[in-house]
């Protein structure tokens, strides 16, 4: 109660687009950058560096200035959460899903280059593994149960994260997870977009991964359906 009352002081000194600003950070459930951060709030990036300096100056955010991250103690987290509104939960989390499918395609795409890259696009992914976790939970979660607009959004992205990862995540995801993604993937794109050729790139990839647990008759299965 003494931790709230204190946020609740700082909390109270800010402008009401301030706070509710606070509020979505709770979309992050770990470290974040500023671009992250500007992108849940739909703002350009120098507006959003002064607003989350301001939160490090009331103390309701902190500033990792080597790693050059933000994070919400899990105190303010919870207090934030509290008070959050639902609509806002929503359009943050949204927000945070499109933005890193985008940072999962980025670190595909380094990995892609090769020498050097294989690296980077691997330690991109390891750094914004939460994120990017959270990112697809949100979208598989969506994918068949929100409003008609947000389904739709969210059944596409649900079907891009396999992809836009898809030779990281192969060598980061443990085998049963890489095959829940693929499966949530492929039911969204049959199901909500009829996207036959995300399905087809899906069924194919689950077959490889039923094969690398040794699970043959499965991934013949798999391999048909994607033929």
Do not use: K, M
Request: proline share 1%.
């Amino acid at each position: 109660e003494l931790v709230e009352a204190s946020l609740r002081l700082s909390y109270d000194l800010l402008s009401d687009e301030l706070q509710a600003r606070w509020r979505t950070l709770t979309a992050f459930p770990a470290t974040f950058d500023r671009a992250a951060a500007a992108a849940v709030w739909a703002a350009d990036e120098t507006p959003a560096h002064d607003a989350l300096s301001e939160l490090v100056r009331y103390s309701l955010l902190e500033w990792d200035g080597q790693a050059a991250r933000y994070r919400l103690h899990d105190l303010a987290r919870a207090c934030a959460a509290a008070w959050l509104q639902e609509d806002e939960s929503e359009q943050a989390r949204r927000r945070h899903a499109r933005h890193y499918e985008q940072v999962l395609r980025a670190a595909d795409e380094l990995y892609l280059q090769g020498g050097d890259g294989v690296l980077q696009g691997l330690a991109l992914f390891d750094l914004e593994r939460d994120n990017v976790e959270a990112g697809q939970a949100w979208a598989a979660a969506r994918a068949g149960d929100a409003t008609l607009g947000a389904r739709e959004e969210a059944a596409r992205l649900c079907s891009a994260y396999p992809d836009a990862g898809a030779y990281v995540l192969n060598l980061r995801l443990h085998a049963q997870e890489w095959i829940r993604w693929l499966e949530a993937a492929a039911a969204a794109a049959a199901r909500e977009i009829g996207d036959r050729r995300a399905v087809g790139a899906q069924t194919g990839n689950l077959g490889n991964a039923y094969s690398a647990l040794g699970r043959v008759e499965e991934a013949i299965a798999h391999y048909e359906q994607a033929l």
